[in-house]
């Protein structure tokens, strides 16, 4: 059973950083692509960032710069290091895992209908 699970969430200051961990069990890590969403209220879940089984990342417009993501393979771990952060940051986060296309043969958004595997999500509020 495929066990995903998001930590790291909480209430920072505009400007401030935070980073996310998110751990699955239950698959093998490397086999997947893994990646971050992000849904604040009223709106649609969104894509933020990606990293494929290559290692290669990609990121949504409105975080380039900002967010970095990067996974530990050996301990099936993956993190989002969120930095400059602004109040329209605010959403849950959430971590999922599937087997998606590598960022090279990517083009569009990251898009949930990719992800077979969810958790269940850790709030980030920004304020300002």
């Known amino acids: 059973q495929v066990q995903v699970v998001e930590s790291g969430g909480g209430l920072v200051q505009t400007g401030g950083s935070l980073r996310l961990s998110c751990t699955a069990s239950?698959?093998?890590?490397?086999?997947?692509?893994m990646a971050w969403f992000r849904q604040a209220p009223g709106k649609e879940r969104e894509g933020v960032a990606l990293?494929?089984?290559?290692?290669?990342?990609d990121y949504a417009d409105s975080v380039k710069g900002r967010f970095t993501i990067s996974q530990d393979n050996a301990k099936n771990l993956l993190y989002l290091q969120m930095s400059s952060l602004k109040p329209e940051d605010t959403a849950m986060y959430y971590c999922a895992a599937g087997r998606c296309l590598p960022v090279h043969e990517r083009g569009g958004s990251i898009s949930p209908a990719e992800f077979d595997y969810w958790g269940q999500g850790t709030q980030v509020t920004v304020s300002s």
């Open positions: 990293i494929d089984t290559d290692g290669i990342s």
């Open positions: 239950g698959l093998t890590f490397e086999n997947y692509s």
